[in-house]
């Protein structure tokens, strides 16, 4: 039990190599979560624009076709 606790401890630099090892997997999380959302909120404006513009198209070719 004590090597598991010297291990922890890091030699008295715990607070600095565990807190590096806690930042690194925040930004790698935020490196994967981040894009996705942002991926998503982009295909539901383009889902939206392009309904948008069907129907545009739509109006504009009955007013034609009137």
Not at 32 to 37: A, K, S
């Amino acid at each position: 039990m004590s090597s598991l606790s010297e291990f922890l401890n890091m030699g008295g630099y715990a607070v600095f190599v565990w807190s590096s090892y806690g930042i690194t997997l925040v930004v790698m999380v935020l490196n994967w979560w981040l894009p996705r959302q942002q991926h998503k909120q982009n295909l539901k404006r383009l889902t939206r624009l392009h309904k948008s513009g069907e129907s545009r198209q739509d109006k504009k070719s009955n007013d034609s076709s009137a």
